[in-house]
């Protein structure tokens, strides 16, 4: 498809100089401000960061609960789950 620019009639070109002039207008004279507002969700995403930030890197009670668990032999090994969870991690 050609376009020819060479024969562009002259009231086009005035209606379309009218039309950006009227955009210009309407732009300039309406200054809209942005506002934004914290929905429900936003404020409990907050609220469950704040805890997991509180929350201790390491749990202590965990880590000695397992230690005593491997003192006592009473600590089991699954093969099978580990291979499970191995090849789950793998599949993500």
């Known amino acids: 498809m050609r376009i020819d620019l060479n024969h562009i009639s002259l009231p086009d070109l005035a209606r379309d100089e009218k039309t950006r002039k009227a955009g210009a ?9 942005d506002t934004t507002t914290l929905s429900a969700d936003s404020n409990s995403i907050s609220a469950l960061q704040a805890r997991a930030l509180a929350t201790p890197e390491i749990r202590q009670d965990k880590v000695d609960a397992l230690r005593q668990s491997i003192q006592n032999s009473d600590y089991k090994l699954e093969p099978d789950q580990i291979a499970h969870a191995i090849l789950n991690q793998n599949q993500r």
Not at 25 to 33: I, P, R, T, Y
Request: charged share 20%; no cysteine; net charge neutral.
């Open 25 to 33: 207008k309407s732009n300039s004279a309406s200054s809209v401000e």
